[in-house]
């Protein structure tokens, strides 16, 4: 009898573990990339402010906060794949990067869109691009 | 024998009850809202007042009267489907140097009335209803210098 109780009593702290902690540790990690890797991107230049493909630390794609500049984007977009990944924090995932107008409309992309993989989080923000507000899409997939 | 039966009834009702209080609080703290989706709302509230305030929207309201309409455009087309949201813009002007002679300057009693700041304008645009909890907010202060005005704009989002 004291087995039983015993074990019904493991059992249940178990199943409130598996249920509440264990999903949510792996499903926050990538949320936190995608903030780090959208502050990166968005909150200022980059590092060094004038960065190129062998001296870049911080691959930031706007001069002033959430206003894109073009010179930057395309440097950004001609970083391979996996310097993409490894600066931004994103190593071991399926990386992608878009920018959108409102209606849908892919301006331009970059990365694994992570079709075929069972885990997908993504980040969306709202930027300015040529004066105009368009969204950027972040996402992670595994 | 009856004691033991007895025990075991009990045994198995408190298997089953604790089973059941571990049930029903894993579905209690899973369907809230984790701190990623937290940091995704307010985000998405900064995130708006940023991009019209760097693209022109908050500037453009203020020389002129509405802005309703712009702001309720704006945000139909950024918005995601699943969220809704209500801004609150105030215009003020300030009648010291100059006093340019607009809406502000009509609303506020001409030039010739006592100088400083007034609010000439102040108006609230919603797509959908505010919920009772569950709402991220941000605040952006914005002016242009060139015609003694500046505005403070405030919103509101939450998920649908």
């Not at chain 2, 049930?23 to 940023?50: E, H, I, K, M």
């Amino acid at each position: 009898m004291f087995a039983l109780v015993a074990f019904s009593i493991i059992f249940s702290m178990y199943s409130a573990w598996a249920v509440q902690v264990a999903p949510r540790e792996g499903s926050e990690e990538p949320a936190f990339i995608l903030a780090s890797a959208r502050q990166m991107l968005f909150e200022g230049p980059g590092i060094p402010a004038e960065w190129n493909s062998t001296n870049v630390k911080v691959p930031g794609i706007v001069r002033q906060r959430m206003v894109i500049d073009n010179a930057k984007l395309a440097k950004f977009l001609a970083l391979n794949y996996s310097q993409k990944t490894s600066l931004l924090g994103a190593a071991g995932y399926d990386f992608y990067f878009d920018l959108e107008w409102t209606n849908g409309t892919v301006i331009t992309s970059t990365g694994l869109n992570g079709t075929n993989r069972s885990t997908s989080t993504q980040s969306r923000s709202l930027v300015v691009y040529n004066g105009t507000a368009i969204v950027s899409n972040l996402r992670l997939s595994r | 024998m009856k004691g033991f039966i007895f025990t075991l009834d009990a045994a198995i009702a408190l298997f089953f009850a604790l089973a059941l209080t571990a049930a029903v609080s894993g579905f209690l703290l899973t369907s809230a809202a984790g701190p990623a989706a937290d940091v995704s709302l307010q985000q998405l509230a900064q995130d708006v007042l940023t991009v019209m305030d760097k693209n022109g929207t908050l500037k453009g309201m203020l020389p002129a009267a509405g802005g309703n309409t712009t702001a309720y455009a704006f945000l139909t087309s950024v918005l995601p489907a699943d969220a809704g949201a209500r801004i609150n813009v105030t215009v003020y002007a300030y009648k010291g140097d100059s006093c340019p002679s607009d809406y502000c300057n009509a609303v506020c009693g001409g030039c010739s009335s006592a100088t400083g700041f007034c609010a000439c304008k102040n108006f609230t645009v919603s797509i959908g209803s505010v919920p009772s909890s569950g709402v991220a907010a941000a605040q952006r202060f914005f002016t242009d210098s060139s015609i003694n005005k500046f505005g403070l704009a405030t919103i509101e989002v939450w998920w649908k």
